[in-house]
């Protein structure tokens, strides 16, 4: 899914708000840290991930690497949080700006 500048910002107003769901490690992206992550996009469309210090790869490789696994569109990095975005099927509760 590609974003607009717009909608991008609208989505960091957002996930300002939000507490980091998951933290990712030293050991990096698991089949069961993209797992959790799956399921997590089942309850909800903006996901916030920490990176702590002790990970081996950087957060734009892991974050392009989880939204590509996930099928969701990164919405920002910044220093190691990771926001992703993926929105429900049927009913999106974000709206965002056209």
Do not use: C, W
Not at 12 to 33: C, D, H, M
Not at 34 to 56: D, G, H, M, P, Y
Request: net charge positive; no cysteine.
């Amino acid at each position: 899914m590609k974003l607009t500048s717009k909608q991008r910002a609208y989505l960091r107003s957002l996930a300002a708000k939000e507490t980091a769901l998951f933290q990712i490690g030293k050991n990096n992206l698991t089949p069961e840290v993209v797992q959790t992550v799956e399921e997590a996009f089942n309850n909800r469309e903006l996901i916030k991930i920490s990176i702590l210090k002790n990970a081996v790869e950087d957060p734009k490789t892991m974050a392009n690497a989880l939204a590509e696994r996930t099928k969701s569109t990164m919405v920002e990095i910044i220093g190691h949080k990771i926001v992703l975005y993926r929105p429900f099927k049927d009913e999106p509760e974000i709206v965002l700006p056209k």
